[in-house]
């Protein structure tokens, strides 16, 4: 098992920044490919990727977010710095940890932190 803590969601005004949060501890494999990335689900809507990042470095942003939220890693620990904040942005967002190939694949999930922009 792996297990997620995340931090650093709140409420800011339009424009503004959060940064965000989530250390990943547990069964991490060492020699097993792994991503971590920050997912975000509104109100009546589908949970939906923001951001990923694998350990190897590559990043990849959904297209609402690029050139305000940035992706980053420090070991097993990612943060997503967001800038520019807009109210669509509100959401529970969700830390996910992936590691593993086909039938060794897993995923881990955190508990969620609310981010709320208001406008």
């Known amino acids: 098992q792996v297990q997620l803590v995340e931090s650093g969601g709140g409420l800011v005004q339009a424009g503004g920044s959060l940064r965000l949060s989530c250390a990943a501890s547990?069964?991490?494999?060492?020699?097993?490919?792994?991503?971590m990335a920050w997912y975000r689900q509104a109100p009546g809507k589908q949970r939906e990727l923001v951001a990923a990042?694998?350990?190897?470095?590559t990043t990849n942003y959904a297209d609402s977010v690029k050139g305000r939220f940035t992706i980053s890693r420090d070991k097993n620990t990612v943060y997503l710095q967001m800038n520019s904040l807009k109210p669509e942005d509100t959401a529970v967002y969700y830390c996910?940890?992936?590691?593993?190939?086909?039938?060794?694949?897993?995923?881990?999930w955190g508990q969620g932190t609310q981010v709320t922009v208001s406008s």
């Open positions: 990042m694998t350990r190897g470095g």
């Open positions: 996910n940890f992936h590691q593993g190939v086909g039938a060794y694949e897993s995923d881990y």
């Open positions: 547990g069964s991490i494999f060492i020699f097993s490919p792994n991503a």
